[in-house]
């Protein structure tokens, strides 16, 4: 199983990248077509530089290791990719109105791989930037796709691409080994030791089941009106590019396996041809010893078979081998010049036996058959290799064995690279069919959209039109040219006209005006109409575009009957494009009754208003003042009349709205204690008291009807107290003087009651 996957890390590095692509496109089309917020731009940027740096590593794997600047370049890539996800997490939170670091985090976190590079190279680089970006970061982001708001499903998907995204971030601790914290020892090699499952396609399965909850979000903010936002096949997406994936494996396998054939029988071919081509007589005269080392026919065919090797790319060894007693030799072993430098061990001597023998060589001698194997490792390395078996024609005896060696690491290479033609070709369907796709389904939910909006747009026609027709206002549309356009019932009453005989005239045939009806003129052509107030709020607006509210006027219509009554409007205006022409929508309210009523109004008050200042009571109106306890401290005059003014000696402008206490210093308080009693409890007084601070009494009635305020009315009472105490004055001294007048006469009786009883008592002596 492993060495399967492990014969198809380019694929999976395609569809991790391909799943990441995916996510990008989707995680891009939710924040541009749905406006679902900042998180899914940065998301989709996350996919974006991801699904690049997973292509990289492909085109890495395929055509060998790149260059110090493209793998920091890569490397880079990668970390700016894990900071999308921190950065993503931070506008999220942001959104939520929770209090986020500010983006000066990145400069401390970005110093951080400072001491990692130093300390440990890319490597260390890499490692870092998985465990403080990737792992620290998609940990953040996840927890807060789990808390964001939307509906229930939306939730529901969310918290599943939470979940997944977790997962994959959890396998940023799995790094490529390196010399850096726990990357020596938990890392990707570590963990395809103990699995037998590159890490890669572990994370490639968790991106593409990420891309589908992400998709399967964004059919969520739908609603389920896919009819209506969008093509039912969005729901089969994933399904549809799972099954995609899996025919582009298959074909990238066919067609590279049908490469690999045709490569190998070309080999095979050119083995075949330089054996047919070889010396047999010289072959014959070698003796498989050392000795061959100085004979002719042995330098001839090495020269030989050493310029086979330089004119053939990638070949690494060209040899013959001859068999002994059951063990292969070597007659003649060459290799191109450019590799006698290379450190590599040194082609054999003619005699040395080759005891590795690989199956295709066993092959080769006993069943004469021309063979290609491998990869095939011996102490020489690891190498494809094209077995010819060279016969004699004579005897049908296998004199030797023409073996070609190809480094099994450019065979590898040249395989990867049949397969990146494959796969690019691959590449651009699958992108041409995902950008189709969104294409599309961007039409479909703008078709959609559009087709809802229409209907929207008529339902809310009809329900205007319901509102036009039903309001209790007269609605008037005109033109520029004051033609009627439309109106409702309640115009078509005012004036007592049918529809069809007002549309296209002027607003007087529709308010059936004197000027309109009874005039050869009509509406609009009589000196009257140069007045018209409706007509020049029109032409008014007509010129500045302003709005007119609440005018009232008056106009002279004429019945049904024929008589003629004068009616009053308020007239709304506002003026609205049409078309590009300038309309007026009026607003007509019949307010000839609230008029009538409102002329009765002030004519009432007019003369209770009269009545008020012709009142021989002095009165006032007051609000009492209450301090910061609640107690009693003041009161205001709101109200006097004519007579208040005349009896206390103050005017009505020297007294209102100012407190009693200010206008009339040394009032006595008895006077608050009184009012505010009545304004606070409402019960009402009647009593004759002296007004020191005036001078005068006065016969009082206070009452409320409102807490808080009071009314008084009050008589001058002075002169008639003056003519009360007089009387009282002179009744107690008539009282007085009688009462003297009585006590005199009884003391005469009394006197001569003695007088009588002295006579008497005097004549009995």
């Not at 013959?320 to 430098?341: C, H, I, K, N, Y």
């Not at 023409?402 to 494959?422: K, P, Q, T, Y």
């Not at 069809?500 to 109409?529: N, R, W, Y």
Request: hydrophobic share 50%; glycine share 8%; net charge neutral.
């Amino acid at each position: 199983m492993r060495e399967l996957f492990l014969s198809q890390m380019d694929y999976i590095f395609f569809v991790y990248g391909f799943s990441f692509i995916c996510l990008a496109a989707t995680a891009f089309f939710i924040y541009f077509q749905v406006k679902k917020g900042e998180l899914w731009k940065w998301l989709g940027l996350f996919g974006l530089l991801h699904g690049i740096v997973e292509w990289l590593d492909l085109v890495e794997m395929s055509t060998g290791a790149y260059p110090f600047a493209i793998k920091m370049f890569k490397l880079s890539l990668n970390a700016a990719s894990f900071l999308c996800l921190m950065e993503g997490a931070r506008v999220a939170r942001a959104a939520r109105k929770v209090k986020a670091p500010g983006r000066w985090i990145y400069i401390s976190l970005l110093a951080a791989l400072a001491p990692a590079w130093l300390a440990a190279g890319a490597g260390g680089f890499n490692a870092l930037s998985r465990y403080l970006f990737g792992f620290a970061g998609g940990l953040w982001l996840a927890w807060e796709l789990a808390r964001m708001a939307g509906s229930e499903a939306e939730r529901r998907w969310l918290k599943r691409l939470a979940l997944s995204l977790g997962i994959y971030v959890c396998t940023q601790l799995l790094s490529a080994r390196a010399p850096f914290l726990w990357a020596a020892v938990v890392n990707q090699e570590a963990f395809l030791a103990l699995t037998a499952v590159p890490i890669q396609l572990v994370r490639a399965l968790l991106a593409f089941v990420a891309a589908v909850l992400v998709w399967k979000y964004y059919l969520a903010t739908l609603d389920g009106k896919l009819e209506m936002h969008g093509s039912r096949l969005a729901q089969f997406l994933p399904a549809l590019i799972l099954g995609v994936i899996v025919a582009g494996g298959w074909l990238t396998e066919v067609i590279a396996d049908r490469s690999v054939h045709e490569d190998k029988a070309d080999i095979l071919n050119i083995v075949k041809g330089v054996a047919a081509n070889m010396d047999l007589e010289r072959l014959r005269k070698l003796s498989g010893t050392v000795r061959d080392v100085e004979s002719p026919d042995h330098l001839m065919i090495k020269q030989r078979l050493q310029g086979v090797g330089e004119s053939v790319p990638g070949v690494r060894y060209v040899y013959l081998m001859g068999q002994r007693e059951s063990r292969v030799f070597f007659f003649v072993d060459t290799e191109p010049a450019s590799f006698a430098s290379s450190g590599a061990k040194p082609v054999a001597a003619p005699g040395d036996f080759y005891d590795e023998v690989s199956p295709g060589v066993a092959s080769a001698f006993d069943e004469r058959k021309a063979v290609i194997e491998g990869p095939f490792a011996d102490s020489w390395g690891t190498f494809v290799s094209g077995l010819v078996p060279v016969v004699d024609p004579g005897s049908g005896q296998v004199l030797a064995v023409l073996g070609m060696d190809f480094l099994a690491s450019d065979w590898v290479r040249n395989i990867l690279a049949h397969r990146l033609g494959v796969i690019f070709v691959f590449l651009l369907i699958t992108l041409i069919f995902l950008v189709f796709f969104l294409v599309y389904q961007r039409e479909a939910v703008v078709r959609g959209l559009l087709a809802g909006k229409a209907g929207e747009l008529e339902e809310e026609r009809r329900n205007l039109e319901m509102i036009f027709d039903s309001t209790q206002a007269g609605l008037l549309l005109v033109d520029s040219g004051l033609r009627v356009k439309k109106l409702n019932q309640v115009v078509l009453n005012m004036g007592g006209q049918e529809f069809f005989a007002v549309i296209g005239h002027q607003p007087g045939d529709a308010l059936s005006c004197v000027q309109a009806k009874e005039t050869a003129e009509g509406c609009g052509g009589t000196e009257e109409c140069k007045i018209c107030p409706v007509r020049g709020t029109a032409e008014r607006i007509l010129k500045t575009g302003e709005t007119v509210r609440g005018a009232e006027v008056s106009r002279m219509i004429r019945t049904r009957t024929g008589a003629h009554n004068l009616i009053w409007l308020e007239v709304n205006a506002t003026p609205m494009d049409i078309a590009g022409e300038r309309h007026i929508l009026f607003s007509l309210a019949d307010i000839t009754e609230r008029k009538l009523a409102s002329q009765a109004l002030e004519e009432s008050e007019k003369k209770h208003r009269a009545l008020f200042e012709e009142m021989v009571s002095g009165f006032a109106f007051h609000e009492l003042v209450l301090d910061e306890r609640g107690q009693p401290e003041d009161y205001i005059f709101l109200q006097v009349n004519k007579e208040f003014e005349r009896m206390v000696g103050l005017s009505r402008e020297a007294v209102l709205g100012k407190k009693a206490g200010d206008v009339m210093p040394g009032i006595d308080k008895k006077w608050l204690d009184i009012y505010s009693k009545v304004a606070l409890t409402g019960t009402s007084v009647h009593f004759v008291d002296y007004a020191a601070h005036l001078g005068k009494w006065f016969e009082v009635s206070a009452y409320s009807a409102r807490r808080g305020y009071f009314a008084v009315t009050f008589m001058d009472v002075t002169e008639q107290k003056k003519k009360d105490d007089d009387k009282a004055r002179n009744t107690r001294e008539l009282e007085i003087f009688y009462k003297a007048s009585i006590g005199r006469e009884e003391r005469i009786l009394q006197l001569k009651k003695e007088l009588a009883e002295l006579k008497k008592e005097l004549g009995k002596a």
